[in-house]
């Protein structure tokens, strides 16, 4: 099970920080890549990056400079940081996990982000 925690509610150029934490196995399994994906109101779903097993990141080019992706495997969770927070950030964001070669196979719940003053 995969289940994201983090704030409701951010204000325009605050920093986004969203922790997924992973029960039923660990992160640091070989060949399992967990992802952070968002859907704005409207509209599809949108990959922003990914942590694998290794702890090798990987970003969404057009969110690579706003995004940073860690874990703690002592916890067993990941966790997204995104800076620089705008209205067009309102989306929900879910965390996922891929097996290599495989769908999208586990999904949080997703939680609800609106950015406004």
């Known amino acids: 099970q995969l289940q994201e925690s983090g704030p409701g509610l951010v204000k325009p150029s605050q920093t986004l920080s969203l922790t997924c934490t992973v029960s039923?196995?660990?992160?640091?399994?070989?060949?399992?890549?967990w992802n952070w994906i968002r859907q704005p109101p409207g509209k599809g779903l949108e990959w922003m990056g990914t942590?694998?097993?290794?702890?090798?990141?990987y970003y969404s080019p057009s969110l690579k400079s706003r995004t940073s992706i860690s874990r703690d495997t002592s916890k067993n969770h990941f966790s997204l940081q995104l800076n620089s927070m705008t209205p067009e950030d309102t989306a929900v964001y879910y965390c996922?996990?891929?097996?290599?070669?495989?769908?999208?196979?586990?999904w949080g719940q997703g939680t609800q982000v609106t950015v406004s003053s």
């Open positions: 942590i694998g097993y290794d702890g090798i990141t």
């Open positions: 996922t996990r891929l097996a290599i070669g495989g769908p999208y196979d586990y």
């Open positions: 039923g196995g660990s992160i640091t399994t070989s060949y399992y890549f």
